[in-house]
């Protein structure tokens, strides 16, 4: 940090300094220099970005193999419950949803004979998911498919979206995404 740098509106300019990147100022060779102050008047990471295309951020989905376990240790990060706790018996699944100082998350469970988050927990993998609300549903599901995105099953009615559809897909950097049709909750 260089507390000698100002942000040309009178304040400091905090530096954060990220990996792979050529320093820009800062200590560490090898680290970039990224200028919060200019983030912030541009609207970053303060919950503002608007929506890319049809697409909302929603939610985190966070696989757990004991529900209330970890919604009492997220607890003592200040989330707490949103909403009821929710079965989805077609899913395999129960969860609830969790507001905090972060993203909302979705912690869920598999049910007694599922198996649907096995992999996940058995790599130790717990934040598995990002979920966007997409309007509309079905032109967004068809845009990601065109970028290389793969359904891993048909769109399905959700209980913890009121029956409104979802669908789970494979991006081509593998990273999963749950598409979730934008309705009232």
């Known amino acids: ?17 990220v990996a792979g990147h050529r320093a820009v100022f800062g200590p560490h060779p ?8 200019a983030a912030r008047r541009h609207g970053v990471g303060r919950g503002e970005d608007p929506p890319v295309g049809g697409l909302t951020f929603h939610h985190l989905g966070v696989a757990s193999a004991d529900l209330a376990a970890d919604v009492e ?31 909302q998350l979705e912690v869920v469970e598999q049910l007694p004979g ?15 998911h990002q979920a966007f609300l997409a309007d509309p549903f079905q032109a967004e599901l068809r845009q990601l498919r065109e970028r290389g995105g793969l359904p891993l099953a048909r769109p399905t009615p959700a209980v913890a979206f009121n029956g ?7 991006l081509r950097d593998q990273m ?3 598409l979730i049709e934008a309705g009232p909750d």
């Open 164 to 170: 409104r559809q979802i669908c789970f897909m494979m």
């Open 73 to 103: 240790a997220l607890s003592s990060l200040g989330y707490a419950t949103a909403g009821e706790p929710f079965t989805d018996v077609g899913q395999g699944i129960r969860g609830v949803f969790l507001r905090g100082p972060g993203p």
């Open 1 to 17: 940090m260089d507390p000698e740098r100002g942000d040309g509106e009178g304040g400091r300019k905090v530096t954060l300094l």
């Open 114 to 128: 599922s198996t649907v988050l096995e992999d996940w927990l058995a790599r130790g993998v717990r934040i598995y």
């Open 30 to 37: 090898g680290l970039a220099a990224v200028d919060v102050a």
């Open 176 to 178: 999963l995404v749950e």
